[in-house]
């Protein structure tokens, strides 16, 4: 089992920053890949960054690309997500996830809600 906690949300204005921390414990030995999805309300949980567990690979969607980097500290296996240039389109709720293979995401946190105001 591996263990996600998120933190770093918040409300914050359009043209903002943040950055979400999301602390991984337990069999992370097994991590091949973390990533950050997001929520919004009435919509489909989309994936948002990945970067493998080695942080030489990282995968962003069109819609962050250059405005996102998603990085991890070894030492600490926590991975984070600099969000910048945020839109009121960025709002959601934003997960944490674990994947042990390239199939799927295995672990979720609990999610951290990020709110853009325009």
């Known amino acids: 089992q591996v263990q996600l906690v998120e933190s770093g949300g918040g409300l914050v204005q359009a043209g903002g920053s943040l950055r979400l921390s999301c602390a991984a414990s337990?069999?992370?030995?097994?991590?091949?890949?973390m990533g950050w999805f997001r929520q919004a309300t009435g919509k489909e949980r989309e994936f948002v960054a990945g970067?493998?567990?080695?942080?030489?690979?990282?995968y962003y969607a069109d819609s962050v690309k250059g405005r996102a980097t998603i990085s991890k500290d070894n030492a600490k296996t926590t991975s984070y997500l600099q969000m910048n240039s945020l839109k009121p389109e960025d709002t959601a709720v934003y997960y944490c996830?674990?994947?042990?293979?390239?199939?799927?995401?295995?672990?979720w946190g609990q999610g951290t809600q990020v709110t853009v105001s325009s």
């Open positions: 996830a674990a994947a042990i293979s390239r199939t799927e995401y295995n672990y």
């Open positions: 337990g069999r992370t030995f097994s991590t091949y890949m």
């Open positions: 970067i493998r567990w080695s942080g030489d690979i990282t």
